[in-house]
């Protein structure tokens, strides 16, 4: 398994969870690491995204100010911080690392770990 998500759990509205991305260490040259999610009957959606090379960030409208995506300094887990939860926020979310380019592009999936917000 290359990449192994957890984390995922039932929360209240209001509450947090912290999502993890464990690699293997057998995927190199990613220049794209990111957290996607896909609720029942939607298309998936991209999260957060960082970008190795530069430390740089990106979230998506719906998540900004509230989740925090970050690396750890071994390189080897990626996170998602979530804050703040809310019910659209429930869906199953699915890390992601991409290497090469237009030409070459690969994208590595992880299982997906299932996210609930409920009360």
């Known amino acids: 398994v290359q990449l192994q998500a957890s984390g995922g759990g039932l929360v209240q509205p209001g509450g947090s969870l912290r999502l993890s991305c464990v690699t293997d260490?057998?995927?190199?040259?990613?220049?794209?690491m990111s957290w996607y999610r896909q609720a029942p009957g939607k298309e998936r959606e991209l999260v957060a995204e960082?970008?190795?090379?530069?430390?740089?960030?990106n979230y998506g409208d719906s998540v900004k100010g509230r989740f925090t995506i970050s690396r750890d300094n071994a390189r080897t887990t990626l996170y998602l911080q979530m804050t703040n939860l809310q019910p659209g926020d429930t869906a199953v979310y699915y890390c992601?690392?991409?290497?090469?380019?237009?030409?070459?592009?690969?994208?590595?999936w992880g299982q997906g770990t299932q996210v609930t917000v409920s009360s």
């Open positions: 260490g057998s995927i190199f040259g990613v220049n794209v």
């Open positions: 960082f970008i190795p090379s530069s430390g740089r960030t």
């Open positions: 992601n690392f991409q290497t090469g380019g237009y030409a070459d592009l690969i994208q590595y």
